[in-house]
């Protein structure tokens, strides 16, 4: 019976700065056929309500720390 491949991990969309005041800045970037491309800055600061959970979508970041941010699923952001 063949070997069924690793899934391949999913490349990062963007990266994300947790600033030393706690606000979140992610730089997030897409494309498609056709020449498409879009690029986005969000700004999170503490107290919106998607801080918690994108915080946790994106791992272990200190303030002053970088991170990649992950294709998040549908509907979560």
Do not use: C, N, W
Request: proline share 18%; no cysteine; glycine share 12%.
């Amino acid at each position: 019976m063949p070997e069924v491949p690793e899934p391949k991990p999913p490349s990062p969309v963007g990266s994300a700065h947790l600033r030393p005041d706690g606000v979140l800045e992610l730089r997030m970037g897409a494309s498609a056929p056709g020449a498409i491309v879009g690029q986005a800055l969000f700004i999170i600061k503490p107290g919106d309500a998607r801080y918690e959970s994108v915080l946790e979508h994106l791992g272990a970041i200190e303030p002053g720390g970088y991170a990649p941010v992950l294709p998040f699923p549908p509907g979560t952001f």
